[in-house]
């Protein structure tokens, strides 16, 4: 199993470079990276020489389809998590899903990984919460062999936005602002324990199920800037300022950066009261659940990754 020809579309991003370590940890030895971005490409292939990497843009065909040929599985982790318009995520949750599932159907690959989200079940209605329900119906729609995982909020190494750009931004700031009070209930996910659970779905094989994989810890997005702010010893003080104004200077943001690390829909989707329902991941996927405060603590000190910044 571990010789065969594993496909991983969007595997540049937080979850293909902490799932391509625990691969290659386990001892697997054929891996295939489409990716669009060249830099986080570059970062990959650094970590790991013997991943075989291909540039390019997913929801555009051309040669890159030929790579999914003899393939025993494909992961799907391609997405767009914030952009300041829709047309991002149209192409990149969309356009690029439809072309994944054609191939798959065409090569007759015989399982697939869909890495869904949790906001598939959220009450917010922004891009993002929009397109990935679209993916999520394409993937059920084409009754391709496959399991959905709908994991909420990850962080962990590798985490070029969330987590990872909260923490460098209070490295640099003597003031952190936060929207409000700040006690917005937050169910975070590991993204080591994350990718162990795909390891075990594709060793262990589950067509035609879903899981909806929680952090099993409930935080408060306050206590989460504080143990961050902790772990990293920022000597940024952490100030409470009224919503509107947030709001007002994240649309302002957004005006001068195309690609903003935090936009207006993704504080609406923060306020936005979500409890998602918590299953026995560990004891399904036989995997132990890393407790939170310890999560944090690797991911901002292990001497190997942590101090790894990839682009946007």
Not at 186 to 191: E, F, N, T
């Amino acid at each position: 199993m571990k010789r065969k020809k594993i496909v991983i579309p969007g595997g540049a991003g937080l979850v293909g470079q902490n799932l391509v370590a625990q691969f290659e940890k386990q001892g697997y030895t054929h891996l295939v990276v489409i990716d669009k971005h060249e830099a986080n490409l570059r970062i990959l292939k650094k970590l790991h020489p013997h991943v075989e990497i291909i540039l390019a843009d997913l929801s555009a065909r051309g040669e890159w389809e030929k790579h999914f040929e003899g393939a025993s599985t494909v992961i799907v982790l391609q997405a767009q998590i914030g952009a300041a318009t829709v047309e991002p995520f149209i192409r990149n949750n969309i356009d690029s899903t439809k072309h994944i599932l054609r191939l798959i159907q065409n090569y007759a690959i015989p399982y697939t990984v869909h890495v869904s989200s949790s906001v598939v079940k959220s009450v917010a209605e922004d891009n993002y919460t929009k397109t990935k329900k679209k993916q999520e119906e394409l993937v059920l729609e084409s009754g391709i062999p496959c399991i959905i995982l709908r994991p909420t909020l990850m962080f962990g190494w590798f985490d070029r936005k969330h987590l990872g750009w909260l923490s460098r931004l209070m490295k640099k700031i003597p003031v952190f602002p936060i929207p409000s009070h700040g006690h917005y209930m937050r169910q975070p996910l590991y993204v080591r324990d994350f990718c162990r659970i795909i390891i075990s779905c594709v060793e262990n094989q589950r067509p035609g199920q879903m899981f909806n994989i929680t952090g099993l810890e409930k935080i408060d997005y306050i206590d989460m800037i504080r143990q961050i702010k902790e772990t990293i010893q920022a000597k940024a003080f952490i100030l409470p300022i009224p919503y509107s104004v947030f709001y007002a200077l994240l649309k302002m943001w957004a005006l001068f950066d195309k690609n903003p690390p935090f936009t207006a829909d993704q504080l609406k989707a923060l306020v936005t009261h979500d409890e998602f329902e918590v299953i026995d991941w560990p004891g399904i996927f036989k995997v132990k659940a890393t407790p939170f405060a310890e999560a944090i603590q690797e991911t901002f000190t292990d001497p190997t990754y942590s101090h790894i910044v990839m682009e946007f």
